[in-house]
């Protein structure tokens, strides 16, 4: 091993006349599977070579998976690729430090009893700061490949599935078809088709993206992924695959030379913009093709000549734009420029949808003549706009239903445009006249155009109306009382204070935008922190001060959300007061007894640690479940999820499987947030795989066996319940409220800088400082311990709680046939596989303060030995093959990032010289970036 590029007193030395680095090679070469020195490889194929060859027993903390041919070449092609932008950006020194760099990660990550990452750790301390930042620039770009390699495959491979099995051959979590197929099973056909109709799916977009990339590199990923995707369909060793190649070294260079920073912090309006992008990309056209491919399925070879079975059951919500918990850049003018950005978007996407179904309608009025019903819509459009219909009629002539379809189209344009005079009031005039077209092409004897295009368009509507999304409010319960408080003292036309005034605007806003959108844009109205039926009376006592004249007060269900363990528990005994208050029994009088409650799962982490939170949640559920049946309402329980082990994540599916009988019933709803939104929903392949994953296990839930399961789970592992609640809570307890812990923690992890790094217009915490983890979000605490290699969010308590179990046949049992307990181990086996013990060692050593560093390690090695164990795995993810290998071909990676980034907190810690700050700063936040980008996980 070349020892010169490892010691910091020899960095400065010229590299020898004979040059270490090979080329990188393109895709007809082969990566020879013998050890080289560092610096003879290209960037992605060592690791690959490693991944397949390093035997077993000298590989420590991951299992070993095979890298499917497809993925490799991939992988191998972007890498070289990226090896030539860095020389020619940064000459064979750049290149060769990076692979320095990366082989000792590797030999430190697979090799038991090296001294690779204190050597590793010693060539990052001699690199110059520019040298380390383009060093971190090159392992971000290298995540952002490997991402979209390994997302791209997922697409690969669910149409190669899709081309070999029927829908109701793959698992019934996994398939709509396949779940119903199961369900019915059990309750019989017409039965399940009946649940299935009433299916509700309601992901909502959060208010607080963490997604760390900048739009620019977003975009410069988009371009790379369909430039991998376009190879597939090209002729291997053709001209056309020489151009892709260029094409993709061009667009690779692009994203080398973007800035992966944000100059600033996005604005509310930016967030919104960048969620509009995934539905111009997904939503819009995803929903409809799920229904379509159910549909299918239930119809069999009468598709597409017959009504359709299948209700459109998703409904987008959104807190961008409402959300002002804590967010001062959220205002009333920014809520209603929310609301008006989402209507534009979907107004011009059906206004497109709509012209396009009409192009299609070329049936000549001779053989497929028109209804007479369709004749008397002509003649209304003929009334509302003579202009519109003469040219319409001029390009469609003897063609009534295109005629009649494109005057739809114009005046979706004029609703967008608010021309009062062609506009549409609202969307159910819309598919009215959708429904008239379609009853004239079925008269016509022409069902297949009645249920094509013109189908897909009719479920846009119903899916999305005219406003896009839901737009929630959210606001902390105490500006509620505050405000309150002020006008009880003052009078609502008194000197109030900003805060008071912002709530007061904030109901006009609402009322604002149900006017311009129709009530159901605005009308949840969600209570952070509910501690008391007076929190949800608050909201309505407020609303009612803005608009003393109900016929003009705007449409509000208030949702109240429990977020700490004393709040859940206290859940039922609000709730029966909450029902009580006339402004909600009024509510219930009209809207079918509906009721929705908000859980936590952020919060109730951070107040009682991961696993007493998972099963609080769980206990509270079962108890609000009950209590709803017993009022006679309707339930819809509302999951506050993140996409962090510590805030709820994880598969989504699996999760909903393991809920309290009757809490699902049938209705999922959940925030997707952040870096998630784009995981689950940027890709049309993975945003409908995801899409059925969900609605199937929302069907399946309410399965009288896996109710019978649950219930019967629940009752026999009720004393490990409590002993694994009673014991990690008190564990976390005291970790956190150790004396000095809050400072501790912000000196261990880039807290403070997180709270620099210009992710989301959303402040990192409520308060100035962080003498308390009360006002700190969960966000930045999830975020910065994953950045720490340590995780503590998603596992800590847990082994201490099985140790003092020390049942292991019982333990098996549980993770056996209690589906609950099963998701918790899984999760947190996850969790531990993104954790380094050696890195982490060295964050916690930054506070000085080992007695809480070695309680923290003590820990996560007790937890990871008791989680192998129940598994029954030797090392973490050993028997989950596709997880496994993603994290094991990126866990070196992120060691070397997470090296760089100790380097700049070390100096920023021990009080680096006024000039280097900003440079340390800017290292430290790269690194955040790709370490997220790694991790594939900021909160």
């Known amino acids: 091993m070349d020892t010169r590029q490892l010691t910091p007193s020899t960095r400065s030395a010229k590299p020898s006349a004979e040059p270490q680095m090979s080329r990188f090679p393109g895709p007809g070469h082969q990566a020879s599977s013998a050890r080289l020195a560092p610096g003879s490889r290209a960037l992605a194929n060592l690791h690959l070579v490693l991944a397949n060859n390093t035997p077993q027993d000298a590989r420590r903390g991951l299992a070993h998976h095979d890298v499917p ?48 990452l204190e050597q590793a750790e010693a060539l990052v301390e001699g690199f110059s700061a520019q040298r380390a930042e383009q060093v971190a620039r090159a392992f971000s770009c290298y995540f952002h490949l490997a991402n979209l390699a390994e997302e791209y495959h997922r697409v690969r491979i669910l149409r190669e599935r899709e081309s070999v099995h029927a829908p109701h051959e793959l698992a019934p979590d996994d398939s709509l078809p396949a779940a119903v ?26 208010a607080h993206p963490t997604e760390a990339r900048r739009r620019a590199v977003a975009s410069a990923i988009r371009r790379i992924s369909e430039l991998i995707m376009e190879r597939d369909a090209l002729y291997i060793g053709g001209t056309s695959l020489a151009e892709n190649e260029r094409r993709l070294l061009a667009e690779i260079d692009t994203l080398w030379h973007t800035s992966p920073l944000r100059a600033a912090k996005p604005t509310v309006l930016d967030e919104v913009r960048t969620v509009m992008a995934v539905f111009d990309a997904t939503f819009f056209d995803v929903f409809p093709s799920v229904y379509r491919r159910l549909d299918d399925w239930l119809l069999g070879d009468a598709a597409g000549t017959k009504a359709p079975v299948v209700r459109p059951f998703a409904r987008l919500g959104t807190w961008i734009g409402g959300d002002r918990d804590g967010n001062p850049n959220v205002t009333p003018d920014v809520t209603r420029a929310a609301a008006v950005i989402a209507s534009e978007h979907v107004l011009v996407a059906l206004e497109a949808a709509a012209r396009r179904a009409g192009d299609t309608l070329t049936h000549d009025g001779n053989g497929s003549p028109a209804s007479p019903e369709l004749l008397t819509l002509w003649q209304r459009q003929r009334e509302l706009s003579e202009t519109v219909t003469t040219h319409v009629g001029g390009n469609a002539q003897n063609e009534p239903h295109r005629r009649a379809l494109l005057v739809v189209a114009e005046r979706i344009g004029a609703t967008r445009r608010r021309d009062a005079d062609l ?12 429904a008239v077209v379609q009853r004239s092409l079925l008269e016509a004897g022409a069902p297949r155009a009645a249920y094509g295009d013109l189908q897909h368009l009719i479920w846009q509507v119903q899916t999305f109306g005219f406003h896009l999304a839901e737009l929630e409010v959210r606001q902390h319960s105490r500006v ?8 009880a003292e003052h009078g609502i036309d008194g000197p109030l204070s900003a805060m008071t005034q912002e709530v007061l605007d904030t109901f006009r806003a609402i009322g604002a935008v149900q006017r311009r959108h129709g009530a159901q844009a605005a009308q949840r109205y969600i209570v952070s922190f509910t501690r008391s039926a007076r929190h949800v009376a608050a909201v309505y006592e407020l609303a009612a001060l803005v608009f003393p004249d109900p016929a003009l007060a705007p449409v509000i269900d208030v949702v109240p959300l429990f977020e700490t363990s004393a709040d859940l528990e206290a859940s039922v005994d609000i709730l029966e007061g909450m029902v009580q208050l006339p402004a909600v029994q009024r509510r219930l009088a009209v809207n079918g007894r509906r009721v929705e409650v908000m859980l ?13 939170a998972t099963l609080v949640l769980d206990v509270a559920q079962s108890k609000i479940t009950q209590w709803a049946r017993t009022r006679d309402v ?50 049309p392949a993975i945003a409908a795989r995801h899409i059925e994953q969900v609605a199937a296990a929302t069907l399946l839930a309410g399965a009288p066996s896996v109710a019978a399961r649950n219930a019967a789970a629940t009752e026999r592992f009720a004393p490990l319940a409590s002993a694994l609640d009673r014991t990690s809570r008190a564990r976390f307890h005291e970790l956190v409220g150790a004396k000095g812990f809050p400072r501790w923690f912000a000196e261990v992890t880039p807290l403070e800088e997180i709270g620099l790094l210009p992710l989301g217009s959303r402040p990192a915490r409520r308060g100035p400082d962080v003498e308390s983890l009360d006002d700190l979000r969960a966000i930045p605490w999830v975020f910065s311990w994953s950045q720490a290699r340590t995780n503590l969010a998603g596992w800590f308590g847990l082994g201490t709680a099985l140790d003092e179990v020390a049942d292991l046949t019982e333990l098996q049992t549980a993770y056996a046939d209690w589906p609950l307990f099963a998701t ?35 820990e996560m090695g007790l937890t990871r030995r008791w989680v192998l164990a129940i598994t029954g795995s030797d090392s973490a993810l050993s028997h989950r093959r596709v997880l496994g290998r993603a994290v094991q071909l990126r866990s070196p990676y992120i060691d070397a990032l997470s090296l760089l980034q100790l380097r700049a907190l070390k100096r920023l810690r021990t009080g680096a010289s006024p000039d280097d700050v900003d440079d340390l700063r800017r290292l430290l936040l790269l690194t955040v970036n790709g370490v997220a980008a790694g991790l594939q996980n900021t909160g």
């Open 181 to 206: 197929a199961a369900l019915a099973e059990e309750i019989g056909f017409e039965a399940a088709v009946g649940r299935l109709q009433a299916l509700e799916f309601r992901p909502v977009v959060t």
């Open 824 to 858: 918790i181990i899984d999760n947190v086996e996850m969790s531990l596989a993104k954790t380094h013990e050696g890195i982490a060692a060295r964050y916690l050593a930054l506070g000085d303060r080992s007695d809480l560093a070695d309680l923290v390690l003590d």
């Open 600 to 612: 936590g799962y952020s919060d109730s982490s951070k107040d009682v640690g991961p696993v007493a």
């Open 69 to 116: 041919d497809a993925l490799r070449n991939d992988v191998r092609l972007l890498g070289g690729l990226l090896g030539r932008v860095l020389r020619e950006a940064g000459g064979e020194d750049l290149l060769a430090d990076v692979e320095s760099l990366r082989e000792l990660t590797i030999l430190a990550h697979d090799e038991q009893g090296t001294a690779a």
């Open 480 to 487: 509620h009382d505050a405000a309150l408080a002020e006008i």
């Open 423 to 434: 506009a549409y009031g609202n969307p159910d005039q819309l598919e009215a006249d959708l």
């Open 634 to 683: 309707t339930l819809t329980l509302f999951h506050g999820r993140g996409g962090a082990l510590g805030r709820g994540g994880g598969p989504a599916n699996r999760a909903l499987l393991a809920q309290p009988p009757g809490s699902v019933d049938g209705r999922f709803k959940v925030t997707e947030q952040g870096e998630v939104i784009f995981a689950r929903y940027g890709d």
